[in-house]
Each structure stands twice: as C-alpha cells, then as structure tokens.
C-alpha cells in the first residue's frame, strides 16, 4: 500500500499501470513461493513425526532386547551379538516405517535401504543416539556375519547413496569393505577337490525369535532355550547364533546366481565366525521355512517369537558336502577372518515364498568379490 500510494504520487497514466501490474506478478509470485515453504515445512513438520514415533518404536525395542539379555542364561559372546543386531534393529526401524508408510504395494520400492537424503541422515543421527544408550561389546565387529553386527551404527544400503559401493565412505571402520583382500561373497569356480573333514551339525531343535533389522530377515535361534546348538568345523566347535535371507543369492557358482540364499552364523569360543550358506532355488514349497515365512516381520524393527521349537535341521539340503573358503562379512564393517562353508546342493523353495520374501526386501544382496588368489576347496564325499 505504501509502494501503490508512492508510485501514484508521481502520476503518469499508463507507465504507472504497467508498474502497478508488475508490481501485482511480483505479489503474486512471492504468495505462490511463500506457500511452497509453507508446504515444504509441513512436509518437513510431517517427516519429523514419523521420526518422532520411529524413535520411541524403537526405544521401546531397546529396552526390550535389554531386558532379555539380563535374563539371558548365556552372557558370552552371543549376548553381545545380540546387541548388536538390536542396535541395527533400532536404527533402521525408522527407515522401514517410514518407506512402508510412503509406498504402496509397490515391490521394487519395499526394500528399506529407499529412502531420501534427508531420511538417511536423520537416520544416522538416530542410530547414534540409540548407540549411546546402550552397552556394546568391544568386540562388536567380529560377533556376528552379516552382522547385522555393527551395522546399527550407520545407516548403510545396498542401493543409492548409502549403497554397497559407498560402505567404506559411511564410517572409519568400514575400510575393509573396499581395503580387504579376502572379502565375501565370490563366484564360486575352479574349486579344488578335496576329501574335506566332515562338518558336524549338533543342531536341536530350539526357541526362534524372527527380527526384520531393516537389512535381512533373521531367526535368532536357541539364546535363550538354555539348549544350544553348534557345529564342528575342523575339531572346533562354533555354536549357532543367527540365520538369515539375502535375495537373491550372494555367492554365485559359475557366475550363475541363485534365487536365494540362507546363511547361518556360528562363532567359536575364541570369537571366530564361520557361517554355513544354503542356497535357494524355486521348486517345491519349502515347508521347513513356513513358521519363519508365516511371521515375517513387515518393518524394520518389529520381532516375532515363534510357538513353540523350531528344527533348524530342515533347513539345511540333504547333502553336506560344501565349497569352503576363507572370507568376511558380507555387510559392513566387512571383517575378514571368516570361514566360509556353502553348501554343494541348493534346497528349494517356492516361487511364492520368494515373492513373499521379496516384499519385504527386493535385494538385499552384496555384488561377488575378487578373489585375490585364495583357494576354493570343494568337498567330495561326506561320511565314513
Ligand atoms: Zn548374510
């Protein structure tokens, strides 16, 4: 009002009207962006609840791991595994929720690791915070493959910007993702032929909690049923801590890559991983995998208990002849030290279980390794 009062003051017909009316696009355009703010700040207002409400999701699931692991008859090495993976649980809880409140049935967007920038740093941030507050073992990066272990800290992909080509960008203690020379998976070729030791399973049928972390789905097995399960790799003993899904397959075997794939994390007393992995192919309904596939857990955060015991002995195929090599965690941080064990025979699955698991996580599969000159032994016979 002050600008129409003074430009009329010095009169002038119609080059006063042409100012006038530049003066109301001017008007006009500054409205229109003050309300893309307004918009963008809702948005923004929005964002934040969900984060809000991702932070005390996954507070409450902190508080709950916690409290199992004070009644946790094993307060080992497994235990603090366990952490571990309820740290990733808690970070990423935030992405899944808010991906899945976002998207719709669309499966190429289900897997969590599709979030924005923004999510992705807030996320970071959470994940810190959730850290602090909990008690970590310091031997958090060798305690669990895939580890589901120290993944918590940083909210790390296998697509994007925080995708599997820029792990060792996202924290100091991921450089063995891009310095290690022995890394996991590889294609799996020109093994050697060997009459290997047999592996042993000890494998009893157990209590079975279900977490979707927000990387993989996983079956922690056994903790806390006061039976443990184990396996014997060369005289030494490893007991089971975890199993869980990469689709599709990360090892390949002559460049071809399987539908899936199932790893299963054992640890010895001296801390040393080895994990056995099975691949998944469609054919028949795997009903050994139904009380996991019945639960699966839609967001990153939630866990199931599954009723009563599961048998982890059908999950793994008939034949237990394995290639065998020395390898890492397929996730950050990447350490290397682990011993591999993929077993020979593929087990199947149906085309509709890998549908359902690909609702939950499209690909959650890091790209084969080189193989820098490291042996692959390939077993010929199991038994006397
Ligand atoms: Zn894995």
Redesign the pocket.
């Known amino acids: 009002m002050n600008i129409d009062s003074k430009w009329a003051s010095r009169g002038g017909g119609l080059v006063i009207g042409a100012l006038l009316l530049g003066i109301y696009l001017l008007v006009a355009v500054g409205c229109s962006s003050g309300s893309a703010d307004a918009s963008a700040s809702s948005q923004s207002s929005r964002s934040e609840s969900k984060i809000l409400r991702a932070l005390s999701a996954s507070d409450t699931t902190s508080s709950r791991e916690s409290a199992s692991h004070e009644t946790a008859s094993d307060a080992g090495h497994s235990t603090s595994a366990d952490s571990e993976s309820s740290h990733e649980t808690a970070a990423d809880g935030q992405a899944a929720v808010v991906s899945h409140e976002t998207t719709s049935d669309t499966v190429s967007i289900s897997n969590p690791v599709h979030s924005t920038a923004s999510e992705t740093s807030d996320h970071a941030d959470t994940a810190t915070e959730s850290h602090a507050t909990t008690d970590v073992g310091g031997d958090s990066a060798e305690t669990t493959?895939?580890a589901h272990a120290s993944g918590g800290e940083i909210h790390w992909g296998y697509t994007g910007s925080n995708g599997q080509n820029y792990w060792s960008d996202q924290s100091a203690d991921y450089t063995s993702c891009v310095d290690g020379s022995a890394q996991s998976p590889i294609d799996i070729k020109d093994a050697r032929l060997a009459d290997l030791e047999d592996l042993e399973f000890h494998y009893s049928p157990s209590m079975m909690t279900v977490v979707n972390n927000g990387h993989?789905i996983q079956a922690n097995y056994g903790s806390e049923s006061g039976e443990s399960s184990w396996m014997v790799l060369n005289g030494n003993e490893y007991e089971l801590l975890q199993f869980?899904y990469?689709r599709p397959s990360?090892h390949t075997i002559n460049g071809h890559q399987a539908a899936m794939?199932m790893?299963l994390?054992h640890k010895d007393a001296e801390g040393k991983l080895a994990?056995v992995g099975v691949l998944l192919e469609p054919g028949a309904h795997n009903t050994s995998l139904d009380p996991i596939w019945d639960v699966l857990p839609d967001h990153a955060g939630d866990e199931v208990t599954v009723d009563g015991l599961f048998d982890v002995n059908k999950v793994l195929p008939q034949d237990r002849r394995t290639f065998r090599y020395p390898g890492s965690l397929?996730?950050p941080p990447c350490s290397e030290g682990v011993s591999w064990l993929l077993m020979k025979t593929p087990v199947s699955l149906s085309q509709a279980q890998v549908d359902e698991f690909k609702e939950h996580y499209f690909f959650n599969a890091r790209y084969t390794q080189p193989l820098n000159g490291r042996e692959i032994f390939e077993d010929i016979s199991v038994g006397d």
């Open positions: 493959e895939e993989t869980h990469h990360e794939e790893h994390v994990v397929t996730t």
